[in-house]
């Protein structure tokens, strides 16, 4: 059974900042804006747009903690990604598979042994 596919999860990991985001968080637990713009090449403000994203798609749940925010991986929402992205990842291997049979077909229906 294919697992359905969202969107929202889709885009937020589309982005290669976001997904480094996520790397870090995994790694380390939690963050800040402040202190994950210092682990990336990007300022503060972006690290900041990018965890809204983040948490627009529930991969990241934000604590407030004092005057900043501290941000986590939401895991089970993380493991649906995973998910989807394994059951995507299958269904293309099945399609590739499919397709390089198609063409082994057409290049042995165009050999010399087989007459055509």
Do not use: C
Not at 6 to 31: I, Q
Not at 89 to 115: H, M, N, Q
């Amino acid at each position: 059974m294919t697992t359905p596919v969202d969107d929202e999860l889709w885009a937020a990991l589309g982005d290669p900042t976001r997904r480094r985001l996520l790397d870090v968080l995994l790694a380390e637990g939690w963050g800040t804006a402040t202190g994950l713009s210092g682990r990336l090449p990007v300022t503060r403000q972006a690290v900041a747009k990018h965890l809204g994203v983040l948490e627009r798609a529930e991969l990241v749940v934000p604590r407030k903690d004092g005057r900043e925010v501290r941000y986590a991986v939401n895991e089970p929402r993380f493991a649906r990604a995973v998910e989807q992205l394994t059951s995507v990842g299958a269904a293309w291997d099945a399609r590739l598979r499919r397709i390089k049979t198609i063409a082994e077909s057409i290049e042995a229906a165009r050999s010399p042994e087989s007459g055509g």
